[in-house]
């Protein structure tokens, strides 16, 4: 068997304490981890997907994983998982109601390309609420999203409500 390559996909839009979780543990099960940065218009992103990409850049320098990279897609992530040359696709778990997603998607992807696995990850328990959905409608309704993020990340979410403006009574 060769190297053993993984695909975490996102939006990461911002990266969460609960990404960077997954992807801690991901890149213990392979030799290399892909952080594939890829696009969602229907989850109305606050961040372009350069940007998102030079943000979990950022945070898996500051984390210190050498095994990872980051690589943005815009495809079906079977095609982009094929063209990593990926044998397993990481997928992280918060609660009932992802599992059964995810388990429909996984589903799907075997019957796009059997020979790539899904494997999924708990998210930490004290780490399973945190949805970056929820941490962009904090930010922009004013409150705190210093639990859910790392600092730098804080800073850009916080960057970016104050140029599309704060909303409801704060």
Do not use: C, W
Request: aromatic share 8%; no cysteine.
């Amino acid at each position: 068997m060769g190297e053993r390559i993984g695909v975490y996909p996102g939006t990461f839009d911002p990266i969460t304490r609960g990404h960077r979780d997954i992807i801690r543990r991901g890149a213990k099960l392979v030799d290399k981890l892909i952080i594939g940065v890829t696009t969602n218009p229907s989850k109305n992103p606050m961040f372009t997907p350069d940007e998102r990409m030079e943000m979990v850049t950022k945070e898996l320098a500051e984390m210190g994983i050498d095994n990872t990279e980051v690589v943005g897609f815009d495809a079906l992530l079977m095609k982009f998982a094929r063209k990593q040359n990926a044998n397993v696709i990481v997928r992280g778990l918060r609660a009932v109601a992802d599992f059964e997603y995810e388990y429909q998607m996984a589903g799907m992807n075997q019957q796009l390309d059997a020979e790539i696995e899904t494997v999924f990850l708990m998210a930490d328990v004290s780490l399973q609420p945190i949805a970056s959905k929820l941490v962009k409608e904090i930010a922009l309704y004013g409150g705190d999203i210093t639990p859910f993020v790392s600092p730098a990340v804080r800073e850009q979410v916080n960057a970016r409500v104050e140029e599309i403006g704060r909303r409801g009574d704060y």
